[in-house]
């Protein structure tokens, strides 16, 4: 139990540390296609120093759920990267399928209460938003991943990544493809990604998890910032997971080493992917996005329904 405690911990290490680094490659590959000349790999870090360093200032009328929501999307963001392996399968929790979406929720909830309890009109309206998406985005990650679980006759995600590693046929099957096309979809949803939400934008019409995070400042700007950066990190190295499932290392040993370093690799390699579709990627209208997750939501339920024809 112990050793399982210390691989969590460590993996989960490894997971904020690189986590700023992904947002970081995503800001430099966009600034190199845009030709500007753009910050440094660590300049997220710094941000999070200087907003730690800074007085964090609240509405004198607003509810004290701004401070609590803020610890609370972090926690839950911290336990994912506890939970979901990325460097290691030990983990002192097993990464079900179940409790991993209940952890999702548990974050998207808090996030969206901190947008209610500054009570200001753009805080309740990325809130209401985030919600609505929050319907369709969630069931999608459930069904998804439970149509991979078909197949293996278990809801561990763990064991879900370890059988595809042994069966590489999976991987290109029609449940796999399916699978995984609808997971990008939730998971840009989730960690508000274009074409669904565009993170650098400030026009109040447009705006989702900027206009719950507007009126944060101090150690909650940072808490929420770091929280969304790890979840991005998390949501997409499992993504890179299922469909390379060779390079995490089975326990606590000197295999993690290795398997850090190909996180850190796939991590760029995602974050550089991700910049180069956002200069490409157009944001849909907000009042189409509900149509693109309800699509994403139909085909993880056509992986459903081929993979239990085929495990019969």
């Known amino acids: 139990m112990i050793t399982k405690i210390v ?5 989960a290490l490894v997971v904020v540390a690189i986590s700023p680094l992904q947002i970081g490659t995503i800001r430099a590959t966009k600034a190199l296609l845009e030709g500007r000349r753009g910050g440094r790999l660590f300049q997220p870090w710094r941000e999070i120093v200087k907003l730690l360093r800074k007085e964090t200032l609240r509405y004198r009328n607003g509810s004290t759920l701004v401070a609590m929501g803020s610890v609370a999307v972090l926690a839950s963001s911290l336990t994912l990267a506890l939970v979901i392996p990325s460097v290691t399968f030990a983990s002192a929790i097993p990464p079900d399928l ?23 009109s753009f805080g309740g309206m990325g809130s209401s938003r985030h919600v609505t998406l929050l319907a369709l985005a969630e069931p999608t990650l459930l069904i ?10 278990t809801s561990n995600l763990a064991s879900i990544i370890q059988i595809r590693a042994s069966n ?18 939730a998971v840009l949803s989730e960690t508000g990604r274009l074409p669904v939400d565009n993170p650098t934008t400030h026009l109040e019409l447009t705006m989702i998890h900027e206009a719950m995070t507007l009126e944060s400042s101090g150690h909650d700007l940072a808490f929420q910032e770091l929280a969304s950066w790890i979840k991005l990190t998390v949501l997409t190295s499992l993504l890179a997971n299922l469909l390379l499932p060779w390079s995490i290392a089975s326990t606590l040993s000197p295999a993690m080493i290795p398997a850090a370093l190909f996180l850190i690799a796939k991590v760029a390699i995602i974050g550089a992917t991700l910049g180069v579709a956002e200069v490409f990627l157009a944001k849909v209208r907000l009042f189409r996005v509900p149509e693109l997750l309800a699509g994403s939501l139909a085909i993880a339920f056509i992986a459903v329904i081929i993979s239990g024809v085929t495990a019969k």
């Open 98 to 120: 179940f409790v991993i979406v209940s952890i999702l929720t548990v974050n998207a909830v808090a996030q969206g209460l901190i947008g209610l309890a500054n009570g200001t």
């Open 7 to 11: 691989s969590a911990l460590l993996q």
């Open 168 to 185: 590489p046929s999976q991987i290109v099957s029609p449940v796999g493809i399916l699978v995984v096309a609808s997971l990008v979809i």
């Open 144 to 153: 998804a991943i439970y149509a991979l679980s078909i197949e293996v006759r």
